[in-house]
């Protein structure tokens, strides 16, 4: 199931094509010698921490918008 998600997420680097993500993307992993696995798991984590980042920052905003 997880291996689903990483790679329906890396997969809209296809759809929407960014020379720059990409070049980041292989960047990271020549300089920091770390296997493609491995700096898939952290964009995803890092992208699924900013999502849950604004969803908290919208729910708060809500709440204190209210008073």
Known sequence: MS???I???FNFKNKIPSLKSSYIYFLICF???????KVKLFFVNFYLFFVNFCTLFVIIYIIVADF
């Open 3 to 5: 291996e689903n998600v």
């Open 7 to 9: 790679d329906y997420i």
């Open 31 to 37: 300089q920091y010698n770390r296997s493609p696995e």
